[in-house]
């Protein structure tokens, strides 16, 4: 899907050099990141399987969000790939965008709808078992992957810029600095850009249409959940307060009133190191796309990789947070490493 650098002989030796580097930087950085991503979905897909009181609907929402967190990690390496320019069949070349990015708004779609119940079961319990999700799961799991699928197909069904005009210099925008590829030719057949394959407009209606609504909608969830907390736990100090008849705190309001804020500073950690990164990334890409500035390739490999990395770990965030869903692969590590010492045990015994 990343498809190999073609070097045509037009292209001299640092020209091609440059190409192979910057490919090589995206995959210095995202393979440690993307093996990372996978292997704790794993841990805690295995945690959620291994554990049957997990199997219910909500936690089977939350095991679609690990499953596309997972494949997001896989298709990790290939997003980066996208800001570059490559020598691309047209098919190839819709495959190398169109796929990544239906990953990941599959993603943003899965992690809308995970915080979407969790806060209906907070704000409204009384009518939280009779959501609509909760009646028709297949058909839920179809709203959060089917239209990131439908809208991410969109230049494959024409909406592109395949057949724009003067694709000449196409291999050597975007601050790459390269010699034209000499089989680029005026219809660019062999060219593959991200401005090829989304048009401006597309770029604007899914960066502001869905992705940035979709950030804030969870960031508005968040803050509603954590203001009702604030104002159950002070209902809660209140009784306390007249139970006790007295008038200064207890070590219990004074515990309560730590754990929550210990939780707010969480949560307002994990968006300034999960979100913030994705954000500037997303803002800076808008702008050079408006003003049609050429901008550093590095520059733009180093933003992308840390700035949906670093999406990609909030599940990661709220899965290992919980221990029903970590705790059953701690036991099955912890077999394996028990059963790791006693052979070394006895294997020390017997060489004795």
């Known amino acids: 899907m990343g498809g190999s650098v073609q070097i045509p002989p037009a292209m001299d030796y640092n020209d091609s050099y440059k190409l192979l580097s910057g490919e090589q930087l995206i995959y210095a950085i995202t393979i ?15 945690g959620i399987a291994c554990n049957r009181q997990l199997h219910n609907t909500p936690n089977y929402f939350f095991l679609s969000l690990l499953v596309a967190d997972l494949c997001t990690g896989v298709a990790l390496p290939f997003i980066p790939l996208m800001g570059l320019y490559r020598e691309l069949s047209f098919s190839s070349c819709l495959v190398a965008h169109i796929f990544p990015n239906f990953l990941f708004l599959a993603f943003l779609f899965n992690l809308v709808m995970v915080h979407y119940e969790r806060y209906i079961c907070i704000v409204d319990p009384l009518h939280y078992n009779n959501l609509w999700m909760h009646r028709s799961f297949p058909l839920a799991l179809l709203v959060v992957w089917l239209p990131p699928l439908l809208y991410a197909c969109l230049p494959a069904f024409g909406w592109n810029n395949w057949t724009g005009p003067d694709w000449n210099d196409c291999c050597c925008a975007s601050g790459q600095n390269f010699a034209p590829l000499s089989n680029c030719s005026t219809n660019g057949t062999t060219c593959c850009s991200y401005r090829r394959v989304f048009p401006n407009a597309f770029i604007y209606l899914e960066v502001y249409g869905l992705v940035l609504p979709a950030i ?4 508005g969830m968040t803050g509603r959940v954590l203001w009702i907390t604030r104002g159950q736990l002070k209902d809660i100090c209140r009784l306390h307060r007249s139970v006790e008849r007295g008038s200064q705190a ?10 929550y804020t210990r939780c707010v500073v969480a949560v307002s950690l994990t968006f300034l190191a999960c979100w913030v990164p994705y954000l500037i990334y997303m803002h800076v890409c808008i702008a050079f796309l408006i003003s049609d500035t050429k901008w550093s390739s590095t520059t733009h490999i180093v933003l992308s990789c840390t700035g949906i990395g670093s999406m990609a770990v909030v599940p990661l965030v709220l899965g290992l947070a919980n221990r029903q869903y970590t705790e059953p692969a701690y036991k099955l590590l912890q077999k394996l490493r028990d059963r790791w010492r006693r052979r070394t045990q006895g294997s020390e015994e017997v060489a004795v």
């Open 32 to 46: 440690p990141l993307s093996t990372s991503i996978i292997l704790a979905n794993l841990f805690i897909i295995l």
């Open 216 to 219: 804030l909608t969870i960031a």
């Open 250 to 259: 207890s070590d219990q309001e004074q515990r309560l009133n730590l754990r």
